[in-house]
């Protein structure tokens, strides 16, 4: 079992940044998929982000187009800490943003990550 927590969620206004942590704990193995995923108020949740690290090969890559070329994934395996570092944010950047991890490295389907954080607020004013 691996155990997730986020921080880095606040308020910020458009245009702004903010970086999103993700502390991964327990059974954390070396070869494993990590990813970001938001869901805004009636929407359903959405994949950001993903990286995978299969023996030290680590493949980070955003997967939400409209996010593409402002949000940027990074693992730390040292840490084990997954990062989403959001830049220009706009206000339809506003959702509940949740850390997710794969322990066997599949990173497929969504289905594949059975370990969720909590989720950290996110929130971007006009």
């Known amino acids: 079992q691996v155990q997730l927590q986020e921080s880095g969620g606040g308020s910020v206004q458009s245009g702004g940044s903010l970086r999103l942590s993700c502390v991964a704990s327990?059974?954390?193995?070396?070869?494993?998929?990590m990813g970001w995923f938001r869901q805004a108020p009636g929407r359903e949740r959405e994949e950001v982000a993903r990286?995978?690290?299969?023996?030290?090969?680590?493949?980070?890559?955003v997967t939400l187009d409209s996010v593409k070329g402002r949000f940027t994934i990074s693992l730390d395996n040292a840490k084990n800490t997954l990062y989403l570092q959001m830049s220009s944010l706009e206000p339809q950047d506003t959702a509940m943003y949740y850390c997710?991890?794969?322990?066997?490295?599949?990173?497929?389907?969504?289905?594949?990550?059975?370990?969720w954080g909590q989720g950290t607020q996110v929130t971007v004013s006009s």
């Open positions: 990286v995978s690290d299969f023996a030290g090969r680590l493949r980070p890559r």
């Open positions: 327990g059974n954390t193995s070396s070869s494993y998929c």
């Open positions: 997710a991890a794969d322990p066997q490295g599949r990173c497929g389907v969504i289905e594949d990550f059975g370990s």
